[in-house]
């Protein structure tokens, strides 16, 4: 079964309004989340590392006031798309990694917002 | 620093084909490398790993050998199958798990019937 359960896996929102999106890890306890955004036919881009109880990384060039992010508990991460806009519609894919050196990650379903 | 390249692709190929998708890396330390696979509309699903030189790792007929005289991880499969288009992602990883992988661009494969 799924390690990391992503949920919507779908969403429609119009412009302006604000969209939550949540990654839940199912049987271990991630400290750290791993926060993506993939445009059609192109590769991810990593767009910031959620951190539990601390305040996220963000990558250079990603809005930190348009892509929140919080990391409450061990097992959920959330990324709420602030004021949304056409442009910010995308495949959004959350991940997280089991504590150790060189492990593997597991990633959510992925969540496909559309902005009208 | 880490880096992955892969080809881009997109490669066609006819059922029952073979396949190769190359992977090449740069890493610090002995890192544990990584295929996934993306099917439309999904996330990444971890396809084979190995995590030591010369560790072959497979899975649903698909294999690669972690080779470290040429820093390659390439894919392979002897028979594709149509249900195998997908994009494929080469990936690595020598740190702890409070760092991302570092991914390939990814290449998308089609097989045609």
């Known amino acids: 079964g799924a390690v990391v359960s992503q949920h919507p896996s779908w969403v429609i929102c119009k412009s302006g309004t604000s969209v939550k999106i949540e990654c839940r890890s199912l049987?271990?306890?991630?400290?750290?989340m791993f926060w993506y955004r993939q445009f059609p036919k192109q590769s991810l881009m990593l767009m910031a590392t959620?951190?539990?109880?601390?305040?996220?990384?963000?990558e250079q060039g990603v809005e930190k006031d348009k892509f929140l992010i919080n990391h409450a508990s061990l097992t959920l991460s959330t990324l709420t798309v602030t004021s949304a806009h056409p442009e910010d519609s995308s495949f959004y894919i959350c991940s997280a990694r089991r504590t150790g050196v060189n492990t593997e990650a597991f990633f959510g379903q992925g969540t496909r917002l559309t902005v009208v | 620093g880490n880096s992955v390249t892969q080809m881009e692709g997109p490669v066609t190929l006819s059922e029952e084909a073979f396949l190769t998708i190359n992977c090449t890396y740069t890493?610090?330390?002995?890192?544990?490398l990584f295929w996934y696979v993306q099917y439309p509309g999904e996330g990444l699903q971890l396809l084979l790993k190995?995590?030591?030189?010369?560790d072959k790792g497979s899975n649903k007929g698909f294999e690669a050998t972690y080779r470290k005289e040429t820093t390659s991880f390439h894919l392979e499969k002897g028979s594709v199958q149509v249900s195998d288009s997908a994009v494929y992602f080469c990936a690595l990883t020598s740190n702890s798990g409070n760092t991302p992988l570092v991914f390939g661009k990814g290449t998308r494969l089609s097989v045609i019937a």
């Open positions: 890493a610090t330390g002995y890192p544990s």
């Open positions: 049987d271990f306890q991630a400290t750290t």
């Open positions: 959620s951190n539990e109880g601390s305040k996220a990384t963000y």
């Open positions: 190995a995590t030591k030189a010369d």
